[in-house]
T-cell receptor
Framework: DGGITQSPKYLFRKEGQNVTLSCEQN?????MYWYRQDPGQGLRLIYY???????QKGDIAEGYSVSREKKESFPLTVTSAQKNPTAFYLC???????????FGNGTRLTVT | AQKVTQAQTEISVVEKEDVTLDCVYE???????LFWYKQPPSGELVFLIR??????QNEISGRYSWNFQKSTSSFNFTITASQVVDSAVYFC?????????????FGTGTRLTIIP
């Protein structure tokens, strides 16, 4: 079955450490996205990529970095510069930027 | 700037009751798209519907229906004869016409609990 796989489901890190969240899709979608979800808030866009080897900052990119070396993969690194990294992170993809989003199951990151 | 308001934070209804989730939006564009997504306990958001601003026809899909009214800037979602599997967080979202998902604005979501 085609879909988006995010791993791990739960991630725990100490403050000051960088951590990378994995996102893989086998839907052959061009566009991929990373969102952050906090309690009581809507999803906020961190980074997006509309094509391989290209990505753009979203609304809350500070403290995060991404790469898009392969069409199917869009890993997100949460750096130590992110002041409040504890959150639920969702990866999504779409056929193109105007098509509906397909989401992964998310990674819950806890930084202490 | 575009904005989506889902004033109902949490709703609980008894199974088989009908329930309506409200969504009010703000945009200066005449061309825009409205969406509903469902987030079950498993975490992933599931696409339910997309409606463009030029199509005000209501839509029905099984037990789900959507009422789009430009006059009140609303895009409400009704579940008829609710079931326990409908329990989830529901998000309304808006994107303005010349932009795609990179400019998608989500509401804060409504948590729906169906009581068996």
């Amino acid at each position: 079955d085609g879909g988006i796989t995010q791993s791990p489901k739960y991630l725990f890190r100490k403050e000051g450490q960088n951590v990378t969240l994995s996102c893989e899709q086998n839907l052959n979608h061009d566009a991929m996205y990373w969102y952050r979800q906090d309690p009581g808030q809507g999803l906020r866009l961190i980074y997006y990529s509309q094509i391989v080897n290209d990505f753009q900052k979203g609304d809350i990119a500070e403290g995060y970095s991404v790469s898009r070396e392969k069409k199917e993969s869009f890993p997100l690194t949460v750096t130590s510069a992110q002041k409040n990294p504890t959150a639920f992170y969702l990866c999504a993809s779409s056929l193109d930027s105007s098509s509906p989003l397909h989401f992964g199951n998310g990674t819950r990151l806890t930084v202490t | 700037a575009q904005k989506v308001t889902q004033a109902q934070t949490e709703i609980s209804v008894v199974e088989k009751e009908d329930v309506t989730l409200d969504c009010v939006y703000e945009t200066r564009d005449t061309t825009y798209y409205l969406f509903w997504y469902k987030q079950p306990p498993s975490g992933e958001l599931v696409f339910l519907i997309r409606r463009n601003s030029f199509d005000e026809q209501n839509e029905i899909s099984g037990r789900y229906s959507w009422n789009f009214q430009k006059s009140t800037s609303s895009f409400n979602f009704t579940i008829t004869a609710s079931q326990v599997v409908d329990s989830a967080v529901y998000f309304c979202a808006l994107s303005e016409g010349n932009f795609g998902n990179e400019k998608l604005t989500f509401g804060t979501g409504t948590r729906l609990t169906i009581i068996p």
